[in-house]
């Protein structure tokens, strides 16, 4: 047994801490969500200059061929910095989704374009209200809440065929047909938006998988990589909590040594700490395309929301009235955890899953 | 133990109840935050407007504004109002703290000056107790006032003061003597907030929104006739204003229950309501109970202070339990609309985006007038009468506390 | 508005207390559990001598026919010294049943022997799996966990009819048709037996009431009643995490003054403040005999339930390793907390019930 | 990272699951736990079965009884023999606790006398480091060894001594010196259980069996051969032994889930199976994430051990999580049975009634090792290295530092 990432990994992960450390401190978050800007550019060149959006794309499709593994630790880095780009859209959605559900040949088309960086993708198949259909290879309808839906070059949208079975369509977000509009979110930073369709033109994706097998796969593995994301966000909130608390003193002591304090980040510890096993045995079980990954990536991501929550709140509270301010970064933290908790679909949607998953284990 | 009105009391609400139908604004339906500004205006309005009719302050005697009436009447006027849209509780810090600051310790002259006005709040007031390092730790503060002949120069920085931009003027807490035990170096003074040396600067909370404000005092002079107290009673005075912050704010704290039950009653998921689920009805059934409890024990409180108590320590308690479960209720509300959660649009959001805005005011509310673990010590210490820890500033004079020098 | 009770209801209650303090300290409480002798007969005989049983029935019918209000001061202190009685079985169970369900003949016939104390009468209609048909006047099958059922002369039984409805009957628990079988229950304090009836002569109880109604209503008072028991367990409990936390010494200092210890037993106070107000509200609206009274009655019983689970249990760890000793009273505690809360359903139970109640006012 | 043995591990693993398929005991469906005494005799013999075949103490020493095997090699044992009925972890203290300490500090022909027969289990052995008025504060503790000549008197009373009925040797920390610091005036020994001036009593525990111990010591005298470690280096190596634990005990808490997995699969409440029920559902899920992060935090831990790291004082969070969840489990399943819960017979209630024995026998698991408090100091020193609260016992002599002079 070998539970743990290889030096390898450990060494691309240093590597990306150091670099989102440089480019990505929490001023490059603000200047996005204070300028509406939806993303970093210059960090996202830097990820695309570094490959790690080829990562998971197959070396015949011009990308790395390399493990989910590789990604998981990018994943927790990302995490921590609160990176303001479309990873998840692009990478552990957009890419996988077409992966899992387009043919070969639509593979071979579209992966390497993602692998390069040249195209921006996002996915809009998540269960909000608004609804789309399709025909004569047509789009109509809107979808809300579309992650990095207003600076993506294309999107897989989910709708109703003719036969009124679920499908996946590829559309070019540049397409004069469709109306995009921003809609402001708990996290500007992972910013969404309606996209209404009106005859917009669609390809379908003709894998062999079946649309709706072809999301379930892909949002588990998205769950997993979410988790890893949620843990880097609760070491950075922890690591916050922690310094203020050693620096500031109360009654002639520091906060820290106050044991109702001590407890409170102990307990974020503990939360995260399960989490990050839990997305270890994700990690593998994804690596490993394991029977166990339905299981394990549930459990992972139901594991991570209630740990990002926990330790992104109880940082506000450690840090006493400045918590509260724009000013100090944890409400950035607190907003993230609430952006990656709702995603494809929230906590109690993930339980329900991971009690599906258990009870027919 | 019974609900009901003596006759006078009855009397009493019929007569309110008649004049509110006739002067004060319905519930509407929708409504959400209004504007900081905006509400201000409102409140100011119908501060006035209720001092005209003799029903501002009713516990307070008549002379200094109020209507000399008991705080029995006080409590059927909050009961009634509440079915209301007007904002009742705007000025609950000015009014309910530092009138009772005034009333105790300014003299007659002052008093006949000073309160008429702030009861129908045309003069408004702000307390000025918190400091960058001095947030539980109150009596940790460091805004000096040093006397100088009749007068006193007040120099340093508060935080935390809500309203300090619309403010008049202010109560505040100096610490007139560092080489003294902190408790009892400090003194209470009231100053006049639009005078030179006194600047307001709005601080931008996580929501966006701009409640609070720092205060920077740089060489403001106040006479000594402002001085509220013996000097180095400052900390008595204050822990007289905190008590009377518990009975103002008693059962005024949002704890997020009507809106979530509005929530269960309405919304569906997949076609089914969620008011059949038994995973939500388990949380409705365990925030309702703490809902109805912190109401209850409110009511005890009130019973309590009818018949001559003082309002108890207990108090913090409706606090602590409240201030939690109205973040929890957001966040869950959120966790439920899943991939909706996270937008923000009033009008796309349920109840106009309550849930959302809440999820992001919340924390600050848990923090206000003191986080859960002060109100925990408070419950510990002054309730159960459970020992102090160790203190590390016991003994010691102001200046020799150990402060690590913090910048804030 | 006047929340708080009487100073007469005070002065019951003060009187109560001090004769609990006296006849029923723990060793009373262990000596009935040692020797499993049900129920400690003097304190039985002295609080009938006080006329507590019959405090609620009518004085037509030989009762004092004072307000609830009366036995909810008395609950709290029941339940506080734990008393080893079948005051829950025959006062507010027995003889409310019988109150709300019985024919005005045989209330006139049944009360005045449970208001001098002459009969205990227990109930059998607790949501087991066992069961019961009644026909011809005679009764048939088993009921499980019957409180105090080897001690009580009576019981009233829920059984299906030839209609196949629920119904209410009285049986004579002497009777040599019943098999009597106590059984091992986490509270012997409060025992329970298996009753098996055969061909057991039965009275119809013929009020105007059905017996669901009078069941639920009987539930209902009941459920106040025993909130009032549960805050006085709960008062019990924190005062002596208080006492022995003050007095003992770790790491020089006494226990209580660590803030782990603190906020603990500020989070007991918590809860139980919140279960004692609940339940003030549930004994205004069964005393006004109010319709809030189904809201509150559950309320009540929620928050009583979760307050008694939560002082008992942390009260123990309050105690450390004592705590878990057979000679420290913490386990009384907490296993008067499991009876109480099991009883009428447990708590899942009555939650559900709370919301229907919620959502229909 | 994954999850494969070398060619060699599985080899071993072969081996072992072979020879256990032809030795060991099949689960039975039912079970429930055994009588005490029973339990021991089973333990014996099943300890001397798995020694004479080789497979005691896999990583220990061959000339001291081991196997001369790896960390790896044991969890590999653990994980195939967590399939049978034998009760693999009964002298989990006496093996895992007082082996390292002798192997640490005894000479080499104690090592070669003492240990062998430990492995096996012909010896067994207890730890004694709790006192009454040492709990949490384990350093706190009073009984005393005075040295006589080449000898050392021991007076004073241990207790929550796991197994000290059966025991044939205790390794116990005493106090020698109480007028210095209190961490520097400790010495570890191991004593004759059975020699005169030592004398066990059982504790009735809450759930009423007798699990743990008190001790009591009158003049019982030991040779300082005895001795482990330096005379004032009792605390270090009780550090040791106490680093040793977390090991030994890492992943072998109980935390109750199993059974309520079984417990939702098969109830049925008013004809429904619960396992349809969302509230029963969302806490299934809660406590499965729990479950299963400890386990997979557990494997982490393994793997650092593997690679030559010491068990880190992250373990305590199993501990923490587990025992809570464990008591919080056996509460939630009673009250799901409502009037039955209660209901303590093995052929009526649930699982032999499994929630009935553990709601009584969890409060226990939660204070023995340390309480949830001193499992969150560990976390909050060892792990996030926060600061120490002020110590009202540091700088002083042990027999200065306030006791309120408590009995027990």
Sequence with gaps: MNFDFSDDQKNIQDQARSM????????????VIDTNSGFDEALWQQIIALGWPAISIPEQHGGLGLSYLELCVIATELGRSLAPVPFIASVYLGTEIIKAAASEQQQAEWLPELASGEVISTVAIGSDKSSCRASNDTLNGSKSAVLHGMIANRAIVAASDEQDELQLYLVDLH?????????????????????????????????????????????????????????????AAIDMAKAYTTDRYAFGRQVASFQAIKHKLADMFVAKELAKSNAYYGAWALSADAPELALAAATA???????????????????????????????????????LSTLLGGNPYWKSLLVDRLLAA | MDFKDSPEQAAFRAEIRSWLQANATAKSAGGGRKDQSDAYEDAKAWYKKVADAGYACLNWPKQYGGAGLSDIHKVIWSQEVANYAEPDGYFVIGIGNCGPAIMHFATEEQKQTLLPPMASAETVWCQMFSEPSAGSDVAGLRTSAIADGDNWIINGQKIWTSGAQHSDYGVILCRTDPTISKYRGMTMFFIDMNQPGVEVKPIKQMDGGAHFNEVFFNNAVIPDAYRLGEVGGGWGAALLVLMNERLAIAGVQPDGFPEFLQLVKTLHIDGEPISANPAVRERLAEWYYKHAGIKASTNRMLTAVAK?????AEAALGKLVGAVMNQDIADYAIQLLGDAGVICEPNIAEQQAHFQKTVLFSPGIRLAGGTDEVMRNVIAEQVLGLPQEPRADKGLAFNEIPSGNQSR
Tied chains: 1, 3.
């Excluded at chain 1, 989102?20 to 200047?31: H, P, T």
């Excluded at chain 1, 894998?207 to 593995?221: E, M, N, Q, Y």
């Excluded at chain 1, 991570?304 to 950035?332: P, R, V």
């Design chain 1, 301 to 339: 991501r139901v594991s991570g929301i209630d740990a990002y929550y926990l330790c992104s709140k109880e940082n506000i509270q450690a840090h006493g009235g400045m918590g509260f301010t724009w000013e100090f970064d944890c409400h950035l933290y607190y907003r993230r955890a609430q952006a």
């Design chain 2, 308 to 312: 001559g108590g003082m309002p108890g």
């Design chain 1, 175 to 235: 397409h004069n047909s469709i109306q995009c509009t921003t809609q402001n979110s708990l996290d500007p930073s992972l910013p969404r938006a309606e996209l209404v369709f009106n005859n917009t033109p669609a390809i379908k994706l003709s894998g062999t998988l079946s649309a709706k097998a072809a999301i379930s796969r892909v949002f588990d593995r998205a769950a997993v990589l979410l988790a890893f994301e949620q843990v880097g966000g609760c070491e």
């Design chain 1, 20 to 31: 989102l450390a440089k480019e990505c401190n929490s001023s490059v978050v603000r200047q």
